[in-house]
């Protein structure tokens, strides 16, 4: 492999039923600062049918050229097809990066692919960076129960690739009237071809949780200790018209569900406001909620690692002081009168 024939960095831009998935419009910013680094075109993959008019509104979020791909066979989501035409992509135009969401979707063809070109794959990634003077890829994650953070070089194969957290990155604001260029290619496979059949799509009518868009999520740790404690977690929740989140503890103690869990093994989220209530500030589950606009702590030890990422810490008692707190906004929604809350912060 001659690897100075690859160029350009390349994102791949998830869609479901036609609509583009955030991940993908977050990875742009990130294939953006890449590509400036090294300059080169940054480039969106986009596959799917009658999807090929989204090329435009790429452009606004950074992409320099959209590869794109419209046909029926690509309408649902299978590896085979994918695979097989993003395969296609990578050995005719050869780009030097390519990274991915790691969403189900995602993280299933990065895998698939990377078997299918025989490169390195970097799963679950936080951090993504140029070394100019080797002109290498670095992707990093955290490792070893998240106690270090891996940077992780693929220096014999092209394309580089990475899977993204979802969240990670800050979506780019768009520039509107920015124009790029479409490449239109073809699979090489057809319907009749194929091993695996869609016959049917089974739409889960109840709701779900969300947490990658909550606007206010309170969040329960080992501190809450038992049912009684996440109840109270639960109710200033409801007060604040929140959404619930946990440590991997707390789920693990079966207290709620695995949708719940923040952190390395759960989920990201970048809400306004974070509450950590009884959460020590383990590293698996910082990487998960660090990005958050506001956070606020409430641990009674004074040197949890938790306040090293707060904005705002309340050392004390979470199952006195959460009570309170809950009262307290259930008068200020009411309109009534607030006594204040007393607490070393």
Known sequence: MNI?????VWVFIEQQEGQIIDV??????AGRELADKLEVNLCGVLLG????????????YGADIVYVIDDPVLEQYRTETYMTAVGDLVRKYKPEIFIYGATANGKDLASAV??????????????LDIDLEKRMFEASRPAFGGNIMATILCKKHRPQMATVRPKVIKKPEPVQGREGKTIEETISIKEEDLVTK????????EKAVNLEEATVIVAAGKG??????????????EVL???VGASRDVVEAGLCEHDHQVGQTGLTVTPKIYFAIGISGAIQHVVGMQNA????????????????VSHYGVVGDAFEIVPMLTEEFRKVFKGEESEGVTADV
Request: no cysteine.
């Open 4 to 8: 100075e024939e690859y160029k350009d």
């Open 24 to 29: 993908g419009l977050e990875l742009l910013g």
């Open 49 to 60: 049918h009658q999807v090929k008019e989204s090329a435009n509104f790429l452009y606004s």
């Open 114 to 127: 990377a078997t299918e070109v025989m490169t390195g794959l970097t799963a679950d990634t936080t951090l």
């Open 198 to 205: 869609v016959l049917e799509i089974v739409r889960d009518t």
């Open 224 to 237: 809450i200790k038992d049912a009684k404690g996440f109840a109270m977690v639960k109710e200033l929740a």
């Open 241 to 243: 018209n929140a959404s």
């Open 293 to 308: 606009e506001m956070i606020i702590a409430i641990n009674n030890d004074p040197e949890a690692t938790i306040f090293n």
